[in-house]
């Protein structure tokens, strides 16, 4: 278990790297037992998001095969994983699951957070799977009466294997279920009242649609709505209202009501447009000229100091950015091993050539200099990421800006017509059952 304590750093380095990582919600205890439950989008690289969120050391239960894994298993083994024993892997091997409750409940009680997926597969769908039992009879094993924070954490990823995409690690509200620490493991009511709050807990932490196609409408609707009323695009408040909205698209569907399903075409076709625009909702306000002016002469003042660094970085890490993309195309790979092979094995490849190149440095030029490369290199990628995000953001706003003094009758309409929606999205949420 050495990496154990590091993991959560390490991760959330890691992440931040690869995605445009963020952590939102309430935060995890920072001591004490707490099992954390979360969804299960991305295979190996959901632990790490996990443990980044939770910002301390976190055991996870991992199916056996694992451990046993040429290429992973000396991971899963030094980040202090429990094996769980599944009949699809090993029908014979499942009596030795007695042993891992027992690891869970020994790590609980000495004070340690445990993570598991209820799900218990990792997956692509558009919702939550069903739940398994596992995480209630885990909480209620562990209890011996006096039950303990459950926290749900909700993981997000727009993209999952494209570099620097959005991802969201969403804490909610712990479960309530201090009256039922006392009935054990082996009561089944006990166990399916715990599992369905486990799952409600979850469902408020992650986007449930019916099909990855409503994604965009959903999102759209929600932003729609929170920019015209004036509320905080916080993450929380957009995913809770993203399942509101997901919930009423589904009643429209199965009532049929024509002018709650010509609702829904009109807020495509806005979608439509502002995507080809590259706008979203809360952006259709122009800035004023003193606004534009102030944040023109920052941004060539940024670009100055900054363009420096973006050619440096990009050609000193070409290499491994070249191959890191040459074994991710790999048509074989799912899109769940695509990223991980793009943060694990890119984190790997990258600090492999800071090695070499520091090597070279210090055969050349001497030890100081070598040292100093490689410590100079790390802080030279990190950079040039911030830079590359910074100026694909600037270009972005530039574009925007432009578009809306270009076509401003046209954007007139736009938000003449979003603050009709809004308004009829917020009839329609009243009417929802």
Do not use: C
Request: glycine fraction near 8%; hydrophobic fraction near 50%.
């Amino acid at each position: 278990m050495w990496l154990l304590p590091a993991l959560s750093t390490i991760a959330k380095l890691a992440l931040r790297v690869f995605y445009r990582f963020r952590v939102d919600g309430p935060p995890v205890p920072p001591t004490g037992p707490v099992l954390l439950v979360a969804n299960h989008p991305n295979s190996l690289l959901d632990p790490g998001a996990v443990s980044a969120a939770a910002g301390r050391p976190v055991r996870f239960m991992a199916k056996a095969p694992l451990f046993s894994d040429p290429r992973i298993g000396w991971l899963v083994r030094a980040a202090g994983a429990i094996p769980v024993y599944r009949r699809t892997d090993d029908a014979s091997q499942m009596a030795r699951n007695e042993d891992s409750f027992q690891a869970v409940f020994d790590a609980l009680h000495e004070g340690a957070a445990v993570g598991i997926f209820p799900e218990g597969m990792s997956h692509s769908e558009p919702s939550l799977a069903p739940m398994k039992t596992g995480a209630a009879r885990l909480a209620l094993g562990a209890a011996d009466g006096v039950a303990f924070p459950i926290v749900p954490l909700g993981l997000s990823l727009q993209e999952k294997g494209r570099f620097r995409s959005a991802a969201l690690a969403l804490t909610g509200t712990a479960v309530q279920w201090s009256h039922l620490a006392a009935r054990g493991p082996h009561d089944p009511m006990a166990v399916r009242e715990l599992t369905a709050r486990i799952e409600e807990a979850l469902r408020a932490v992650t986007v449930n649609l019916q099909d990855w196609e409503d994604a965009p409408l959903v999102e759209v609707a929600q932003e729609v709505y929170l920019a015209e009323e004036g509320l905080s695009l916080r993450a929380e408040a957009r995913i809770a209202g993203s399942g509101e909205v997901a919930a009423g698209l589904a009643h429209v569907r199965e009532a049929g009501d024509p002018e709650a399903a010509a609702l829904v075409r009109e807020v495509r076709r806005h979608a439509r447009i502002l995507d080809a625009l590259g706008i979203r909702p809360h952006q259709l306000v122009q800035p004023d000229r003193t606004q534009a002016f102030r944040w023109g002469v920052r941004t060539l003042a940024t670009f100055l100091v900054a363009a420096p660094v973006l050619v440096a970085g990009t050609l000193v890490f070409a290499a491994p950015v070249f191959l890191v993309r040459a074994i991710a195309s790999n048509p074989r790979l799912s899109p769940d091993l695509k990223a991980t092979y793009k943060l694990l094995g890119g984190a790997v490849i990258h600090l492999f050539w800071i090695a070499f190149l520091s090597s070279v440095v210090w055969w050349r030029v001497g030890a100081t200099a070598g040292l100093l490369a490689s410590m100079g290199l790390p802080l030279l990628g990190i950079a040039t990421v911030a830079v590359t995000d910074w100026r694909r953001a600037a270009g972005g706003a530039v574009r925007r800006f432009l578009i809306r003094r270009r076509r401003a009758e046209m954007i007139q309409e736009l938000r003449a017509r979003q603050k009709a929606l809004a308004a009829r999205l917020r009839e329609m949420r009243a009417a929802l059952p």
